[in-house]
């Protein structure tokens, strides 16, 4: 079972519209959670970058909250655009002694038409 | 100032044969990561270099896989042996290091064993 989990898998929305990406983990102790853009064809491009103490964290049209006593976080895309289509990953950063390492969720696909 | 690049972008191989993927990160960046993602799949982590540190290579799936660093700069990604399940995207990110350091990720090789 993987430790990060996002939902859901893909997603279609008209342009314009709103929408929001879920991700669950199970890592403990965490240290930073982390949202990340993959275009197609492209590496992934960071989007924000959360400690346990964030609640909220805002990048443009993409605002990210995160819960850590429910360990869970958000992605909400408002006003989207056709460039937003792309997938959108999760990431946890594990914190358990020197076994640091970043856990990845398999990432939402999103596909904004117009 | 540029980013991270790789080399080559897509390479075609037989199985059995020996591939070599390059990687030239940031300048001034003291960590570099090697990730494999196979079509439809999550980021899956293979080795870690940090500074003059032993590499992390806890994510090399065989023996079949090594890679090297140079000092802070380039990086090679050495597969012998091809087997189509190695046919995947191989993306190589730097970053400053440390645990809140955003990792900037190259473009990636498409590497197709047949």
């Known amino acids: 079972k993987n430790q990060v989990e996002q939902s859901p898998q893909s997603l279609i929305i008209l342009e314009g519209k709103n929408c929001t990406l879920q991700c669950n983990y199970t890592v403990s102790p965490f240290s930073n959670l982390r949202w990340y853009k993959q275009d197609t064809g492209r590496g992934p491009v960071s989007l924000t970058i959360?400690?346990?103490s964030e609640n909220t964290k805002s990048n443009g049209r993409y605002t990210a909250t995160l819960d850590a006593d429910t360990k869970q976080s958000s992605l909400h895309i408002t006003a989207s655009q056709l460039s937003d289509s792309a997938s959108y990953i999760c990431v946890v950063r594990d914190n358990a002694g020197n076994n640091r390492k970043l856990i990845w969720g398999l990432g939402t696909s999103l596909a904004v038409n117009p | 100032g540029a980013g991270v690049s790789q080399s080559p972008s897509n390479k075609v191989t037989e199985k059995g044969k020996d591939v070599e993927l390059r990687c030239d990160p940031i300048?001034?960046?003291?960590?570099l990561y090697w990730y494999r993602q196979r079509l439809g799949q999550g980021l899956e982590f293979l080795i870690y270099f940090q500074g003059n540190s032993a590499p992390d290579k806890s994510g090399l799936p065989s023996d079949r896989f090594s890679a090297e660093r140079t000092g802070e700069s380039v990086s090679t990604l050495t597969i012998q042996r091809t087997q189509q399940e190695d046919s995947a995207v191989y993306l190589c990110?730097?970053?400053?290091?440390?645990?809140?350091?955003?990792?900037?990720f190259g473009p990636g090789t498409r590497l197709t064993v047949t």
């Open positions: 959360m400690t346990f």
């Open positions: 300048s001034g960046h003291t960590a």
């Open positions: 990110a730097s970053s400053l290091g440390g645990t809140f350091s955003e990792q900037y």
